[in-house]
């Protein structure tokens, strides 16, 4: 079983930056893809990020793009979030889910989720 834990969600302020962290419990980290989803209130679950295996490769939603940056620590079973910029848009609960498959920026390619992290973007 795989468990996941988000971290790092608060209120902020625009125009700042936040860090999330992913902890995932398994003996074998290695074996999964990460992703990161948001979902606003009314919203569906969105996209955001997500790394493969090995890191080497990384995708993003157009909305996060180039002030967002996904990385993972496989010697710490963490993958991580940073988010720099942020805009009040960007208010949501945020997801980290592993997908034992390969690396998709699809919901059904995950097969376990964290609880979610809230993220509070004021104007």
């Known amino acids: 079983q795989v468990q996941l834990a988000e971290s790092g969600g608060g209120l902020v302020q625009s125009g700042s930056s936040l860090r999330l962290s992913c902890a995932v419990s398994?003996?074998?980290?290695?074996?999964?893809?990460v992703g990161w989803f948001r979902q606003a209130p009314g919203k569906e679950r969105e996209f955001v990020a997500s790394?493969?295996?090995?890191?080497?490769?990384?995708y993003y939603a157009d909305s996060v793009k180039g002030r967002s940056a996904i990385s993972r620590d496989n010697a710490k079973s963490s993958v991580y979030l940073q988010m720099s910029s942020l805009k009040p848009e960007d208010t949501a609960v945020y997801y980290c889910?592993?997908?034992?498959?390969?690396?998709?920026?699809?919901?059904?390619?995950?097969?376990?989720w964290g609880q979610g992290t809230q993220v509070i973007v004021s104007s």
């Open positions: 889910a592993a997908a034992a498959t390969y690396v998709s920026k699809l919901k059904a390619g995950y097969d376990y």
């Open positions: 790394i493969s295996r090995n890191g080497a490769d990384t």
């Open positions: 398994t003996r074998s980290f290695n074996n999964y893809a």
